[in-house]
């Protein structure tokens, strides 16, 4: 008898990715104590530029929202789960709390 060669070791590990990432970037805008998600995005830079359009649009439009006596909101960045959004979750129009869609 003859002694059996030991098996081959794998040659590497199937790595099975999953279809949907569970971390997210939101963007998150808030008024006073009450927020909510704008936006979500599978990158911090992605989340940050769509940010920063957003504080523009509201600085664009700054002289109209203190004559009419709006509260500005301020917009973060966040991570987030995807199990973490609200259930039938929208995206926010930068300027949608003017329209009453913020809450």
Same mark, same amino acid.
């Given at each position: =008898?003859? *002694?059996?060669?030991?098996? !081959? *070791? !794998?040659?590497? &590990? ?7 990432? %569970?971390?997210?970037? !939101? &963007? &998150?805008?808030? $008024?006073?104590?009450?927020?909510? $998600?704008?936006?979500? /995005? ?5 989340? %940050? ?11 664009? /439009? ?7 006596? =709006?509260? =500005?909101?301020? /917009?973060? &960045?966040?991570? $987030? ?11 926010? *129009? !930068? ?9």
């Amino acid at each position: =008898m003859s *002694p059996e060669a030991p098996p !081959a *070791p !794998a040659l590497g &590990v199937a790595s099975l990715s999953r279809a949907r990432e %569970d971390r997210l970037w !939101a &963007v &998150v805008a808030a $008024i006073g104590r009450r927020t909510r $998600i704008a936006e979500i /995005y599978p990158s911090r830079a992605a989340a %940050d530029a769509d940010r920063s359009w957003r504080e523009q649009q509201i600085r664009a /439009y700054a002289g109209f929202l203190r004559s009419s006596s =709006m509260p =500005m909101p301020s /917009y973060s &960045v966040a991570p $987030i789960r995807r199990a973490d959004l609200p259930r039938g979750w929208r995206p926010l *129009p !930068a300027l949608g709390f003017l329209r009453g869609q913020f809450s």
